[in-house]
C-alpha cells in the first residue's frame, strides 16, 4: 500500500507539473506584453531628443542611452560614419567587408535593446567613409573619407532627425583615435550650420527643413569641465536591472568585438561639459540636461505669440491626453481607449497646423515635427494596447530568379475588443511581381486573420546586406474615425541571390617571377542556391597569354546537390609580366554569366546575412626568392592568414599543433613563426614557451609578429630578454602606411639575403607600418628601422633581433600580416628575410 501511495503521489507531481507549464507560459507572455506596452508609452509624455555621433559600432554610449530612451522616455539616436569594417573578429574568420556586416548587425540588435534610432554615414561597400584602421588625427581621416561628403551627410541626418541635444562619444583629443575626433570636430561645427540654409541648401529643395539643434555636450574628463552630472543608475522594475545594466546587456550584442561587461548595483553618474547653447549663456553648472529646452508640448506654448493662440490650448490637451494614455499602464484597454482619443486629436491638430501661415516658420516646422514623431509613436502604441500580434513569414526567404514564395502576414487579436477595417498590404521591389486576394475584415477578440501572398523574384538585383528589406508588410486597422497604419517586417530578411555563387581557392594568387610553375591548380566551389537540377558551363576570364585545362567545365547538379568542387589547371606563360592580373570564374546559367561570390554570414544573435562580391582571384607577379630546403613551423594564432599565404608561394610550411609545441622535435625546424597576438589566442604557447626559448638556445631561429602588451605578454620572460611593449596604443603605432622608413642597418642579411630589399619595398604598404612599438627593451636586442608618423618622433623598434644562446630571436610589430595578405611585395620580400636568416651563413 506505501508503494502504491509513493506511486499515485509521484503521479499527481507529475500532473501538476505538466498543467503548470501554460500557466508558466501565460505569465511569461503577460510580462512581455506588459513590458512591450511599457515600452510604447514611455516616450510619449516628452517631445525631447536627442543625438549621439561617433565613428564605429561599439562607440555609442550604451548605458546613457539606455538611461534617456527606457528611462525618461526620450527619442534617442546614434549616428555613426563607418561599419567598423577594419577592426578584428572574435567570433569568426570574417574580415574587411564581412565584419562590417557583422558589426552592422550587431549594432542594430544592440539598439533594439536600448530603444534607439541608427544612422550611418557610410552608404555600401565601396563608399570612401568606412574604418581604414587606426588614424591619429581627424585631418588624415577627413582626407581619406573626403571630408565634404562625410560633413554633408552628417547635416542631413541632423537636419532629418532634428535632435535638440548633440553629444559626441568622445573629445577631440590628441589621445583619441581620428576617426572619433573626426566625428567629434564636424559635430561641433554641424551644430550651427545644420540650421544656417547657406550649407547645402539642395538638401532644402525636397521638403527638408534647416535644424538649430538647443545644446551641444562633450564627455567632461574632470571636475573643472563639468556642467552637468546625471545620475543612471537607477533600477527600473520593468527591466529588473539597473540603466547600467540594461546598456551592457546591449552592449553584449557587440560579440565580434567582445563587449559587454557585468556591472553592479548602485550610483553611476555621466559627467558632461556643456560647449554650446542656444538657449542662454553656457554656466558653471545645470541641474537638468533640457534645461531652457521645452521638454513637452506644454512647454512649447510659452513660445507661441498671439498669433499661435489658438494653438495653445490645443497642444495642452494634447500633452494632458499623452499623459492619459501613459497613466492607463499597465491596462491595456484604457491605454487603447485614451490613445485613440489622442492620436485623434493629434491628426485634427497636425492638419490645421498644415494650413497655418502665420506662426514663425522655425516654429511650425518644429512643431509639425514633433508631432510626425508623436503620431509614430502613438501609432505603435495602438498596436501595443490592442494586443495585436502580427507576424510576416516567408516561405523561402533565399530566392533567385523567377523563384516564387508564398508570404503571410497573420494577425492574431490577443484584446478584448473589436479590431475593425484591418487590412495588410506587402510592399516589394519595384520588377517583382505579387499576387492576393485578401480583403480588409473584422477581427473580433481571439481571432486571427492570416492575409495570403504569392511573390515573384522578377528581377536580378541581388541582394545588398545595407539595403532595406526586400519585403515589408503594412497592417492597419481604424481607430474611431482615422487609420492607424504601422509596417512590419518577416524576422529573417529575404535575400534574392543568384543561381550560383563561385569561390575561388586560392582567393589570392602570387606568381613568383623568379621560378615560375608550369602550371597552377585553382579550385572552384560552385554553391546552388537554385531550386531543382540545375546544369551550367564555368570558365576562367583569364589575363593576357593565359591558358587552363580544361577551358570550360559542364557542372551538373542534381536536385538534392548543393554544392561542388571543380578544379582548373593554370597554364600562366612563361614570361608573366609583374604587377596586378585579376583570374574571374564565370558560370553561364541560361546564358546568364554570374561572377559573384556568396559569403554566408551566421551567426544566432544576428540570423543569417550574406555578402556578395566579385569572385575575382587577386593576382600580384614579383620575384621572390627564398632558400631551397627552409622549413618554417607557423604557430597560429587565429588572427591571420599568414601561414597560407606562404604556403601558397610554395614555402615548406607546417602548422604546429598543441601537440607539437608540447613534445614534438622542435629543432627540425629552422625557423618557428608565431602569429599576431598568439600568446593572447594560444593557451598552449603560453604554457611551453619555455621550449621555444630552449629551441632558440639550441640554435634555433624564433620570429615573433606582434602582441598587445595585455596579451599574455611578461616583459621579464616571454621574450629572452627584456621587452616591454608600448601602451597606451595611441602613442607607440605608425598609422601612416606611407610613412618613411630609414633602414639602420642596411648592410645586415635581414635587408640582403635572399631578396636585396630596395626602397620601393616600403612601397604600396596598406593600412598602417606597425602598431604596438616596443617602448623599452633590453641592450642585447639590435635595432634596424626607424619610422614616424608625420612630426613625431621616430620608433626604432620596428625590428629587435637578438642573440640567445646558438641561435636568434626576432620580434616586430609592423604588420606583416597586413602587406602578405594584400599582396603587397615588399612585405612578402622583406619577411621571406626575417624567416629566412638562419640560411645566411650556409
Do not use: C
Amino acid at each position: 500500500m506505501k508503494n502504491l501511495g509513493y506511486v499515485l503521489l509521484i503521479m499527481l507531481l507529475m500532473i501538476s507539473g505538466f498543467t503548470s507549464s501554460p500557466s508558466i507560459s501565460s505569465a511569461q507572455e503577460s510580462t512581455a506584453s506588459e513590458l512591450e506596452l511599457w515600452e510604447s508609452v514611455v516616450p510619449l509624455t516628452t517631445t525631447a531628443s536627442f543625438m549621439n555621433t561617433g565613428a564605429h559600432p561599439d562607440d555609442e554610449r550604451s548605458q546613457f542611452l539606455a538611461y534617456l530612451s527606457r528611462g525618461e522616455g526620450i527619442e534617442t539616436s546614434f549616428l555613426l560614419s563607418t561599419r567598423g569594417q577594419g577592426g578584428q573578429n572574435e567570433i569568426g574568420s570574417e574580415l574587411g567587408d564581412g565584419l562590417g556586416i557583422i558589426r552592422t548587425n550587431e549594432l542594430q540588435a544592440s539598439s533594439d535593446v536600448l530603444g534607439i534610432d541608427i544612422f550611418f554615414l557610410n552608404q555600401g561597400f565601396e563608399d570612401d567613409i568606412k574604418d581604414f584602421g587606426f588614424s591619429k588625427s581627424p585631418e588624415e581621416t577627413l582626407e581619406k573619407w573626403g571630408e565634404t561628403a562625410t560633413y554633408e551627410r552628417l547635416i542631413q541626418h541632423i537636419r532629418e532627425f532634428k535632435p535638440d541635444v548633440l553629444m559626441p562619444s568622445f573629445r577631440n583629443v590628441d589621445s583619441q583615435h581620428g576617426h572619433h575626433r573626426a566625428m567629434t570636430m564636424l559635430t561641433e561645427k554641424a551644430f550651427d550650420d545644420a540650421a544656417d540654409p547657406k550649407v547645402f541648401p539642395e538638401q532644402l529643395q525636397d521638403g527638408l527643413t534647416t535644424w538649430q539643434a538647443k545644446k551641444l555636450y562633450l564627455p567632461a574628463e574632470s571636475e573643472e569641465q563639468t556642467t552637468i552630472s546625471i545620475e543612471i543608475g537607477a533600477y527600473d522594475e520593468h527591466y529588473d536591472m539597473t540603466y547600467p545594466q540594461l546598456g551592457e546587456k546591449a552592449r553584449y550584442l557587440h560579440e565580434s568585438q567582445g563587449m559587454g561587461r557585468e556591472v553592479g548595483d548602485g550610483p553611476v553618474t555621466v559627467d558632461l561639459q556643456l560647449v554650446k547653447s542656444t538657449v542662454g549663456d553656457i554656466p558653471e553648472k545645470e541641474d537638468h540636461l533640457y534645461e531652457g529646452i521645452p521638454y513637452d508640448f506644454s512647454e512649447y506654448t510659452s513660445d507661441l505669440t498671439k498669433s499661435g493662440n489658438k494653438y495653445k490650448q490645443s497642444l495642452k490637451k494634447l500633452q494632458h491626453n499623452l499623459e492619459k494614455v501613459k497613466e492607463a499602464y499597465p491596462n491595456h484597454n484604457q491605454v487603447l481607449s485614451h490613445a485613440e482619443k489622442a492620436y485623434q486629436h493629434l491628426q485634427r491638430l497636425q492638419s490645421q497646423m498644415a494650413k497655418e501661415h502665420k506662426l514663425p516658420e522655425q516654429l511650425k516646422n518644429t512643431l509639425q515635427h514633433k508631432l510626425e514623431v508623436k503620431e509614430e509613436q502613438l501609432t505603435q502604441t495602438l498596436f501595443v494596447a490592442g494586443q495585436l500580434d502580427v507576424e510576416v513569414e516567408v516561405d523561402d526567404p533565399q530566392l533567385t530568379y523567377n523563384d516564387t514564395t508564398n508570404v503571410s502576414v497573420t494577425i492574431k487579436n490577443n484584446g478584448s475588443k473589436n479590431v475593425r477595417n484591418l487590412d495588410a498590404s506587402l510592399s516589394i521591389p519595384e520588377e517583382w511581381e505579387m499576387k492576393d486576394n485578401d480583403k480588409e475584415a473584422t477581427l473580433k477578440p481571439g481571432q486571427t486573420k492570416t492575409f495570403e501572398y504569392q511573390v515573384k523574384a522578377s528581377s536580378r538585383d541581388y541582394y545588398d546586406a545595407y539595403d532595406s528589406s526586400s519585403i515589408t508588410a503594412e497592417v492597419s486597422f481604424q481607430t474611431r474615425n482615422s487609420t492607424a497604419t504601422n509596417e512590419y517586417t518577416p524576422e529573417e530578411r529575404v535575400a534574392l541571390l543568384p543561381e550560383v555563387s563561385l569561390k575561388p581557392n586560392p582567393e589570392n594568387l602570387v606568381i613568383n617571377t623568379k621560378d615560375i610553375e608550369d602550371t597552377l591548380p585553382l579550385k572552384v566551389t560552385v554553391e546552388k542556391f537554385a531550386e531543382g537540377e540545375l546544369t551550367m558551363d564555368v570558365s576562367l576570364n583569364l589575363p593576357e597569354n593565359w591558358q587552363s585545362e580544361p577551358a570550360t567545365q559542364s557542372v551538373n547538379f542534381e536536385a538534392s546537390e548543393k554544392e561542388k568542387v571543380i578544379t582548373f589547371d593554370l597554364i600562366p606563360p612563361k614570361d608573366v609580366d609583374e604587377g596586378a592580373f585579376n583570374i574571374t570564374p564565370e558560370a553561364h546559367v541560361n546564358d546568364v554569366p554570374i561572377t559573384t561570390n556568396v559569403q554566408t554570414i551566421q551567426y544566432d544573435h544576428i540570423g543569417t546575412n550574406y555578402y556578395l562580391s566579385n569572385a575575382d582571384v587577386e593576382g600580384v607577379a614579383f620575384p621572390l626568392q627564398y632558400p631551397e630546403g627552409l622549413k618554417v613551423g607557423y604557430v597560429e594564432s587565429g588572427f591571420d592568414e599568414v601561414a597560407d599565404q606562404l604556403m601558397n608561394v610554395g614555402m615548406d610550411i607546417t602548422k604546429l599543433s598543441e601537440q607539437d609545441l608540447s613534445s614534438a622535435d622542435l629543432s627540425q625546424y629552422d625557423t618557428i613563426v608565431t602569429g599576431i597576438r598568439a600568446y593572447l589566442s594560444r593557451e598552449d604557447l603560453l604554457q611551453h614557451n619555455e621550449r621555444l626559448l630552449e629551441y632558440v638556445e639550441n640554435g634555433g631561429h624564433l620570429v615573433v609578429q606582434y602582441n598587445k602588451p595585455w596579451d599574455n605578454w611578461n616583459p621579464e620572460t616571454t621574450a629572452p630578454y627584456k621587452l616591454v611593449i608600448g601602451q597606451p596604443s595611441i602613442e607607440w603605432r605608425v598609422t601612416r602606411e606611407d610613412a618613411p622608413v630609414e633602414v639602420l642597418k642596411p648592410e645586415s642579411p635581414l635587408f640582403n639575403f635572399p631578396n636585396t630589399i630596395q626602397q620601393s619595398d616600403w612601397d604600396g604598404w596598406v593600412q598602417e607600418r606597425g602598431l604596438y612599438f616596443p617602448m623599452d627593451w633590453s641592450s642585447e636586442f639590435e635595432t634596424f628601422v626607424s619610422v614616424a608618423d608625420p612630426g613625431e618622433e621616430p620608433f626604432e623598434g620596428g625590428i629587435l633581433m637578438t642573440d640567445y644562446g646558438e641561435g636568434t630571436y626576432i620580434y616586430s610589430n609592423l604588420v606583416w600580416y597586413r602587406q602578405i595578405q594584400n599582396q603587397v611585395p615588399g612585405g612578402y620580400r622583406i619577411f621571406t628575410n626575417l624567416i629566412s636568416y638562419p640560411y645566411y651563413n650556409e
